[in-house]
């Protein structure tokens, strides 16, 4: 299922979410504290108390069409349009009916899932911060359960930050601990930083509790091109050890190159 992107500014939520999002946003090493333009916030899902189970459903693994304000490149592929996915993923190949539940490891050759209907599948070029069954309701509403994307205009280079704030279908929602959302122990936190001084270039962070309880699912890249396929991947233990909060992981698509850091 994909929707045709036509979001709105929602006025006092979205200055809300922005403070509260702003401590994870990145600069650059040699960066002076940040100034400048007013980001453009702009939210694809977010649950409320008035979000039905009607909406979720149309909602839930469904793609977003998002035209952006630069282009995003993967491997050499460069698009001014993306499909954003609930489920973790972003795509510069246009997804059609491409299911993605459930998730598999990486890489993943589109052309081939024919043959697996009962696993999930992703297109050929895209980028996975974390590729897992997410669900925007929970069993008390929060305003912590979103996805959303901000547009820094030319500041540091112009770029974006598509922000994921979850629950993950595989983990009990306990709404009762101390968590932003209603999902309890299944709220899932990540992002995906891109630039566009620096095409190809990927920071995803993942600033999530640690008390975050079995967190899975899988971390990549890939461009499944006939002929010259590429992928990287990370194994998720390594971005996320048990008792530590989670490092940051870099995929660099131009040299093929990933860099894993504490957090």
Same mark, same amino acid.
């Given at each position: 299922?994909?929707? #045709?992107?036509?979001? %709105?500014?929602?006025? %006092?939520?979205?200055?809300?979410?922005?403070?509260?999002?702003? @401590?994870?946003?990145?600069?650059?090493?040699?960066?002076?504290?940040?100034?400048?333009?007013?980001?453009?916030?702009?939210?694809?899902?977010?649950?409320?108390?008035?979000?039905?189970?009607?909406?979720?459903? #149309?909602?839930?693994?469904?793609?977003?069409?998002?035209?952006?304000?630069?282009?995003?490149?993967?491997?050499?592929?460069?698009?001014?349009? @993306?499909?954003?996915? $609930?489920?973790?993923?972003?795509?510069?190949?246009?997804?059609?009916?491409?299911?993605?539940?459930?998730?598999?490891?990486?890489?993943? #050759?589109? @052309? %081939?899932? @024919? *043959?697996?209907?009962?696993?999930?599948?992703?297109? %050929?070029?895209?980028?996975?911060?974390?590729?897992?069954?997410?669900?925007?309701?929970?069993?008390?509403?929060?305003?912590?359960?979103?996805?959303?994307?901000?547009?820094?205009?030319?500041?540091?280079?112009?770029?974006?930050?598509?922000?994921?704030?979850?629950?993950?279908?595989?983990?009990?929602?306990?709404?009762? *601990?101390?968590?932003?959302?209603?999902?309890?122990?299944?709220?899932?936190?990540?992002?995906?930083?891109?630039?566009?001084?620096?095409?190809?270039?990927? $920071?995803?962070?993942?600033?999530? !509790?640690?008390? *975050?309880?079995?967190?899975?699912?899988?971390?990549?890249?890939?461009?499944?091109?006939?002929?010259?396929?590429? !992928?990287?991947?990370?194994?998720?233990?390594?971005?996320?050890?048990?008792?530590?909060?989670?490092?940051?992981?870099?995929?660099?698509?131009?040299? !093929?190159?990933?860099?894993?850091?504490? !957090?």
């Amino acid at each position: 299922m994909i929707f #045709d992107h036509k979001a %709105a500014f929602l006025g %006092a939520v979205v200055l809300l979410i922005t403070t509260a999002s702003s @401590a994870f946003i990145p600069t650059r090493p040699d960066a002076a504290p940040q100034t400048g333009p007013t980001p453009h916030v702009t939210y694809i899902w977010q649950s409320s108390e008035s979000t039905t189970d009607a909406e979720v459903h #149309d909602t839930d693994d469904a793609w977003i069409k998002v035209d952006l304000e630069i282009p995003i490149t993967i491997f050499g592929k460069t698009s001014n349009v @993306a499909w954003f996915s $609930m489920n973790g993923i972003i795509s510069i190949d246009d997804p059609k009916d491409i299911r993605t539940v459930p998730e598999r490891s990486l890489p993943v #050759d589109p @052309a %081939a899932c @024919a *043959s697996t209907p009962e696993k999930g599948c992703i297109p %050929a070029t895209a980028i996975v911060p974390l590729w897992r069954d997410f669900s925007m309701k929970a069993k008390s509403p929060g305003l912590g359960v979103f996805m959303v994307y901000t547009y820094h205009p030319p500041l540091y280079g112009p770029h974006y930050h598509i922000v994921w704030g979850l629950c993950d279908k595989a983990v009990s929602m306990d709404p009762t *601990s101390n968590f932003p959302s209603g999902c309890g122990k299944a709220y899932r936190y990540f992002r995906l930083t891109f630039y566009s001084d620096n095409p190809g270039y990927f $920071m995803l962070e993942y600033p999530m !509790s640690q008390d *975050s309880e079995n967190v899975g699912g899988f971390i990549g890249v890939q461009s499944m091109q006939p002929g010259n396929p590429q !992928s990287m991947t990370v194994n998720f233990s390594d971005v996320c050890k048990p008792g530590k909060p989670c490092g940051k992981v870099f995929f660099d698509t131009k040299t !093929s190159n990933t860099t894993i850091t504490p !957090s």
